[in-house]
């Protein structure tokens, strides 16, 4: 998590520059961005190891959908989850 953009460009740029001093390999394609608040502007581009980072709406993590946006959470998801849960 960042609080800026700019702290996120530079948060990328430190695993990079890590990354290149450790023969380390993050992998850009597996990775995603989720902006929480205000609506992300289609122009901000991120990138990692030269590839760029996408962004997502939402995404999966340790079995919880987060969302984008303002309220982070999926209730449809959650919902739909706990009544599965139920039925078993």
Known sequence: MSPSLLALVEML???????SEFAVKFNASKTLCLKFGSPRDDRERLYMDGEE????????????????????????????????????
Do not use: Q
């Open 13 to 19: 740029e430190c695993c990079s520059s890590y990354a």
């Open 53 to 88: 980072v996408a962004w997502a709406d939402r995404c999966l993590h340790l079995g919880n959908r987060i969302v984008a946006g303002r309220d982070m959470i999926d209730t449809d998801y959650a919902l739909s989850c706990f009544y599965m849960d139920m039925l078993i």
